[in-house]
């Protein structure tokens, strides 16, 4: 209930509203993260847009996000309802579950498998997936935007599902792409009006506005499959004895009980539990090691810079591995600066606000959806002056070490509070090998495409909750003869032949 001193504080400031249908017709449909960032330049850093049936509050800086999303996040951590979610059937997953006492049973099993040190032992995975991808540029460069997807996408599915039959491989990452695109083009603010009216989901999928209905019969199937194939594959390769210990198959030995039966409810979790974990990793990792790929091409001095540290901390007779990285700080530096000058999930996931809330004199009312503007928060001048411009150095001191005192993208990258992104660490660690692998072997240039056009490039990201690069370049080379022979040598290894993508 709001008191009533809450009741006469004014609400934050916005976009003029209209009787009725208050903001409805200025709501941004395409690049929200643009229009919200130039109505936060007039109005500030918070922002009330007014919409019938749910107020929006959208987020434009860092320092309020800390404030309200990091500091109050006891009322601040739910999740709006999604109309298109639904009608997708993508409930049992609890990225969008509200804040309750199911979302944290689930949020804790997921940690237990992706916490920093839990993700270390992936890291033998996540290399050889690497060094595959190393391999396939060598062979077939013009496909290298495929194999960089498969990265993800493979290295998560060998971690939750054990697999490693090609076969199997590529039709999950299949699964997993088009599942997600369902919350891609779905979540997407504005992109639906029957999120914004929920009474249109009822609108006949021939009708006109019938588009959600029509989406929902699309995408149902791809949603259900992606949840339950790759799982009951797990359960009935333990009913074989023939499982590869993964996510999946421990948490079935932690939840089952002694005769090894799992309960319909355990069974509910466990499966929900791995496809989130599937679902959610691909395409946001892939978009980020995409954006690296622009950028090494767009700013070569920054390449150089990053090849020259690798020269000197790795040298050329080896490929970098995981106890290389924390000497590579230029890498490092670069990889931070990947998430903040493209951030792949320009505008998070939204938060609901579960109480009442006042801040700096504004009434902020229960049920507000809270949109954290994390594009422009990446891009304010004030923390990082010429935001549009790659440039790591911005996040090294005098003396080339991590400069503690500049804010670190990856705490507005990830999201806030305790929702913060859940694969966090995962998604660093693939990150960070992937780039310094990269670097350490090949020359990345625009390059020319199909027609022998230059290609020209662009930070520009797609415009979906998931923002993918718009480009890509073409021309990647291995960058001397020892690098060319470094590649080779992989796949003389043992590990190599077996690993199926
Ligand atoms: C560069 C890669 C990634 C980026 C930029 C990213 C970003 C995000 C963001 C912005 C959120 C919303 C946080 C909020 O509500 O404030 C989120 C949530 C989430 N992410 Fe990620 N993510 C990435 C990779 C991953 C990976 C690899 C996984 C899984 C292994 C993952 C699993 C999740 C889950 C489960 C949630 C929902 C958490 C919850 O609702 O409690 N993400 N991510």
Redesign the pocket.
Known sequence: KWSSSKRQLPLPPGPRRKWFIGNLLDFPTTRPWLAFRDWSNEHGNLLFIDLPFRPIIVIGSAKVANDL?DNRSTIYSG?PYSVMMELVGSYWS????PYNSI?RTQ?RY?HDY?SRSAVQDYQTIQLQETHTVLVRMLESPEQAQKWIRNL?GSS?IRVVYGARNATQMRHYIYLAERGLEAARKALVPGAFLAELIPIMKHIPSWLPGGAARRFAAEYRPIVAEMRDRAFDEVKEAMANGKAVPSVASRLIEDLQDEAGNLTEEADEIVRGISA??YG??AD??T??SEAFMVAMAMYPDVQRRGQAELDRIVGPSRLPDFNDLDSLVYVRAIMMET?RWM???PV????QLDEDDIYEGYHIPKGSVVI?N?WAMLHDPDDYPEPDIFRPERFLDKHGNIDTSVRDPINI????????????E??LS??NIFMASMLHVYEIKPGVDVSGQPVTLTSEGSDEAISSPMTFPRHIKPRSPHAEQLVREIVLSEDFADVAT
């Open positions: 999303l999740r609890f990225v969008l579950m979302w949020r997921f992706f993800p998560i989130v974990a959610t990793a946001t990792t978009a980020s998430l951030p792949t999930v998070g996931v939204a938060h954290a994390i990258a990830f999201g806030f509070g305790r929702r913060v992104c859940a694969g966090n995962f998604a693939v990150l």
